[in-house]
């Protein structure tokens, strides 16, 4: 339906999956709440432990007031990168604070883009922050706002900026569903990097953990 490539895909070999989550906001807290349990799974193999005040997450200061409120409920950092004259998040702007963050003992774990924001309708520059995400090792999760319901008409679909290694998850299509009873359901489509288990004490990422292990 919204043309993801085939790695977010349970079946057919595929390492992903998804759940879906009763609104948008629901839908970024889940995925930060992901992101930061294999965060600190990762660390504490390594033998990190009690690095949960050293996370940190970014996106936009265009960004939704859910991100910020995902954000508190996770009980982590969050840093409102500026955007451009387009009020649109970049790589450049983003790589500055993630760089900045790591020198001052950080950890940057997940950034939060968006497709549409709710002030201007504004794009972030997925391409640019899938870079960044990528030579950092950090979760992405698209919010896909305004452009959810068009990414799901094939003639108003371009080709989708998410092709970048590592963990992303995505927001939408929710919108769809607007007119008939709102909020809208948010699916979440998820690509791990790896058959590597998210494990959080809800039926949601249970859910997902299995879709994880399907696709081994």
């Known amino acids: 339906m919204m043309g993801l490539p085939s790695a977010f895909l349970a079946c ?5 999956g ?11 807290l889940v ?3 992901a992101a930061k349990s294999k965060t600190l799974k990762h660390l504490e193999q390594r033998g990190v432990k009690d690095a949960t005040h050293r996370l940190m997450a970014y996106c936009s ?3 939704h007031s859910s991100v910020e409120r995902a954000s508190m409920l996770a009980g982590v950092k969050i840093r409102k990168v500026v955007s451009d004259s387009f009020q649109s998040l970049r790589g450049e702007g983003l790589e500055k604070a993630v760089k900045k963050d790591k020198e001052d003992g950080l950890i940057p774990f ?3 883009g968006t497709m549409g924001t709710t002030n201007s309708c ?8 899938g870079e960044v995400v990528k030579k950092y090792d950090i979760w992405h999760h698209v919010d896909a ?10 003639e108003d679909r371009h ?3 998410v092709t970048h290694g590592g963990n992303c998850s995505w927001r939408g299509p929710g919108t769809t569903a607007q007119n008939i009873q709102p909020p809208g359901p948010s699916p979440i489509p998820v690509r791990p990097e790896g058959p590597s288990a998210v494990r959080m004490h809800s039926p949601e990422m249970e859910t997902l953990e299995q879709n994880f292990q399907k696709g081994r």
């Open 122 to 129: 504004a794009y972030d520059n997925l391409r640019e922050i």
């Open 145 to 154: 706002a305004y452009a959810e319901g068009a990414i799901c008409q094939r």
């Open 61 to 63: 200061d265009q960004a």
């Open 31 to 33: 995925a930060m709440l």
């Open 110 to 112: 997940i950034v939060v």
């Open 12 to 16: 057919s070999g595929g390492t992903g």
């Open 159 to 161: 080709p989708l900026p």
């Open 18 to 28: 998804g759940v879906i989550q009763c609104t948008a906001s629901e839908a970024t």
